[in-house]
């Protein structure tokens, strides 16, 4: 068990923890891509994979500036999200309704990762860190933010009231 004595002990565990939940999101989100059967979430899915691939690169920059070295903590809350996200995907009948649990358990990941990431941030200018990490983390802090914008907007532009009954999208 880690011993959480500062600020700064609680900053490396969080970043530690989140680059390992990333480098699982890595692997998790090709399978979502493969699944969503609606082209806009495709699209979103893989651009939220890019920026993944980006964000690990984000951290392993941090991390070397502030000469942490990425050493593997596995993040169980990500690995417990993305278990959830699965079942959900897997569980679902119709096309429609899996569209919906796959904007669902995308979701679930960017809210977990918004708040790994402005916790970090806020952190790293409380620790007075170098002004390049908050960069760093604001950068991917806020792609987290509109990757869960655009994934709300798709919700409401169909794909829920599709998985509803109420109207039916064109198919991919």
């Known amino acids: 068990m880690t011993k959480l004595n500062s600020l700064q002990d609680l900053f490396t565990v969080g970043i530690v923890d989140i680059y390992d939940a990333e480098k699982q999101i890595l692997i998790a989100i090709p399978k979502m891509i493969r699944m969503a059967g609606h ?32 050493e593997t903590r596995f993040s169980a809350p990500m690995q417990s999200i993305l278990k959830e996200g699965m079942d959900l995907l897997e569980a679902s009948a119709s096309p429609a309704v899996l569209n919906a649990a796959c904007i669902t358990a995308a979701h679930m990941i960017e809210h977990y990762e918004v708040g790994a ?48 009954g109420l109207v039916r999208l064109e198919s991919d």
Do not use: K, W
């Not at 082209?39 to 941090?62: C, G, K, M, N, P």
């Not at 806020?122 to 390049?132: D, K, Q």
């Not at 950068?139 to 009231?161: P, T, V």
């Open 117 to 164: 990431y402005s916790m970090l941030a806020a952190s790293c200018r409380m620790l007075e860190y170098r002004p390049e990490v908050f960069s760093l983390l604001s950068a991917s802090e806020q792609e987290e933010r509109d990757a869960d914008a655009n994934l709300l907007e798709l919700a409401g532009a169909g794909i829920f009231a599709e998985a509803m």
């Open 39 to 70: 082209r806009t979430l495709r699209a979103i899915l893989e651009s939220h994979l890019e920026e993944t691939s980006d964000q690990v690169e984000r951290l392993e920059q941090a991390m070397d500036i502030l000469d942490l070295r990425p």
